[in-house]
């Protein structure tokens, strides 16, 4: 079962919002607990998720937004 572009979207970005201030020791198992609670966890993987959040830019104000095959782009997402 594959996600919509935007709930796709949506996870990545709500997924960066829990790791902003984390040290990166703690990031890992912010993102497994994070993930095992919403309801993205059924539609939207984790190790998706991951991915996209290793690309992510430092600095600055960035947003998620094409599904699976997006990218990161300046300034906040269009909706939280």
């Known amino acids: 079962m594959s996600a919509p572009n935007a709930l ?3 996870a990545v970005n709500r997924a960066a919002g829990v790791l902003r201030g984390l040290r ?7 993102l497994r607990e994070w993930h095992a609670r919403t309801r ?6 984790l190790e998706a998720v991951v ?14 937004s094409g599904g699976p095959q ?11």
């Open 8 to 10: 796709f979207d949506l």
């Open 24 to 30: 990166p020791t703690d990031r890992a198992a912010a």
């Open 51 to 64: 991915a996209c959040l290793e690309g992510r830019p430092e600095g600055g104000e960035w947003h998620w």
């Open 70 to 80: 997006g990218a990161w782009l300046p300034g906040r997402a269009p909706f939280p």
């Open 40 to 45: 993205f966890a059924r539609r939207v993987p």
